[in-house]
């Protein structure tokens, strides 16, 4: 499907009294953006806090896609409902903050830095301590060996901790089951009065916190004509990116990845899910649920509740998990401050990392492990599932050269021919449309299918002189999963549009459902409005000093 109504972002922008910010970004294309999606992303949001919804679905299927999502009795369903209807991920956040602040204008950039506020004051209306870290109440703990480096104090500015995972964008706690409307429920976790059910402070989320702030930074301070950020006080935006980055290095492990998340943040389901329809992995999570909260609550009465945060694998699992793709993430974040401010201590945790980076390489199939656990002393690679998107962004994020120099000349483009025979998804014709989430031909993601037109254009431009017909193929690839994408926009209210989250429900092996393609998905449609600007969040324009 072809997109309709396309206007020049700058014929948009002059319209609407703004002034681009791509006019001061010479490394950017001009390209065209559909300005229904334009309309759509800076709309919705909640008029209560300014915060941007995740997701959004279409009025004439909203019945039978929350009834997919789980039985009225489903834990599991009622808390996924809840998050659909009223959350916002704070890796969807910022990639909004970006989309906002690239296209321009004093309004745009006014809504982008709202999270930013939010954040740094660390309560969201009803959500009254959105940081995690120790005290008040909170037990997360970043380092065994110092394990009051982080506080949860709002008022310890400089030293608190990661922003969690997913907030009610509307900053309300008590919430009601969007299926049925109920608002107890007697399994519900805690207490029965149903409510916001998502507390984890993840790593990988954080250092979008962090790209965003810097990116929204840059656009504010940074002056052209002389090369040099200008403001007097610290701006909240680097102050914000400063303490977030101080914690994640609290957080790096001795093998120099970021752990996944501090010690307190609870993890049920302990056991690989063992498969089957949506409807059945929604069943098995639930008893999973109620199981682990018996289990815990059983070694609290044994050990009381110190003791069992600190040593109850429940509480500590993600301390001892580590996604490569959070470390691509936290590899840019530390990037970007590095490049502003100069500090070593931000070049040396990307050193870190790198050597993180090297020892989950799979040097037999030429791409990178999802992972790594801590297993009886030892950091071991998680080889069990193929993630496609720590393929694409390592290609975005460390570059073709880096890989080429770490892993032998055509490394980068060799895994990208991996993610295609793992994860690529063809029409009949055998055109490229996209990719998947993991080892499958049948259900496209369009983020990361777009993260892997982020990679293709990495790939152009590196092999052009000396692999011309590597270049060529990727120049062809993109072109086809863009277009490959274009079934999956969808027509809103009121001239308004958006790309789904992907093209069919699933359980997504790394922790979560994808959604049917009536599901509109706010990341996948900034991600789309940010390829078609030209911009790349992952770098400054032009490059600082």
């Not at 996604?323 to 691509?328: A, D």
């Not at 400054?540 to 000093?545: A, E, N, S």
């Amino acid at each position: 499907m072809l997109i309709q109504r396309l206007l020049w972002i700058s014929l948009i922008l002059f319209e609407l009294g703004l002034r681009p910010c791509l006019a001061q970004q010479p490394a950017v294309e001009a390209r065209l953006v559909d300005s229904g999606l334009v309309e759509w992303l800076q709309s919705h949001k909640s008029d209560l806090t300014g915060m941007p919804l995740s997701f959004g679905i279409t009025e004439a299927n909203r019945k039978e896609v929350l009834e997919r999502m789980g039985d009225q009795d489903s834990i599991t369903g009622i808390i996924e409902r809840i998050i659909v209807e009223e959350g916002t991920s704070v890796y969807d956040t910022a990639v909004w903050q970006i989309a906002l602040a690239a296209l321009g204008g004093e309004e745009n950039l006014r809504a982008a830095s709202v999270p930013i506020e939010t954040y740094w004051r660390g309560s969201l209306r009803h959500l009254h301590n959105i940081r995690a870290g120790r005290g008040g109440g909170q037990t997360f703990i970043y380092d065994r060996d110092q394990p009051d480096a982080i506080s949860s104090d709002l008022t310890d500015l400089g030293r608190r901790g990661f922003v969690f995972r997913i907030l009610n964008a509307h900053g309300k706690y008590l919430a009601a089951d969007p299926l049925d409307g109920k608002r107890r429920f007697s399994g519900f976790p805690n207490w029965p009065d149903i409510h916001w059910e998502d507390w984890k402070p993840i790593a990988g989320e954080n250092a979008w916190v962090v790209i965003a702030a810097m990116q929204i930074y840059h656009h504010k301070y940074f002056d052209y004509e002389s090369g040099q950020y200008r403001h007097t006080a610290e701006p909240v935006e680097l102050a914000l990116a400063k303490e977030i980055a101080r914690a994640a290095i609290h957080l790096q492990a001795n093998n120099g990845a970021v752990r996944m998340a501090p010690i307190g943040t609870y993890f049920f389901s302990l056991d690989e899910i063992s498969g089957g329809t949506a409807r059945e992995v929604a069943a098995e999570l639930d008893e999973k649920a109620t199981a682990s909260k018996e289990s815990y609550e059983r070694l609290v009465r044994e050990w009381g509740e110190e003791r069992t945060i600190l040593q109850s694998e429940h509480t500590t699992w993600y301390y001892d998990e580590i996604s490569t793709e959070n470390n691509l993430s936290w590899f840019t974040a530390f990037k970007l401050l590095y490049e502003v401010t100069e500090d070593p201590e931000y070049r040396l945790a990307m050193l870190r990392i790198e050597r993180y980076l090297k020892s989950v390489w799979n040097a037999d199939e030429h791409y990178f492990f999802q992972g790594a656990h801590f297993t009886e002393g030892f950091w071991e690679p998680n080889s069990e599932h193929f993630a496609t998107d720590v393929q694409t962004w390592a290609i975005c994020k460390l570059g073709p050269a880096r890989l080429d120099e770490w892993f032998g000349e055509g490394a980068a483009y060799r895994i990208w021919q991996t993610t295609k025979e793992f994860s690529g998804i063809y029409s009949p014709e055998g055109r490229l449309q996209g990719v998947g989430y993991t080892r499958e031909s049948r259900r496209l993601s369009i983020e990361w299918t777009v993260g892997a037109i982020y990679a293709m254009n990495e790939l152009v431009r590196y092999y052009g002189e000396n692999h011309p017909e590597w270049s060529r193929q990727a120049s062809g690839e993109a072109r086809d999963m863009r277009a490959g994408i274009e079934r999956f926009y969808r027509h809103a209210s009121d001239g308004k549009a958006a790309y789904s989250y992907s093209s069919r429900r699933g359980w997504i092996p790394f922790g979560w459902f994808s959604h049917d393609k009536e599901v509109l998905s706010l990341v996948s449609t900034c991600w789309v409005v940010l390829y078609d600007l030209g911009f790349n969040p992952f770098r400054l324009y032009p490059q600082p000093r």
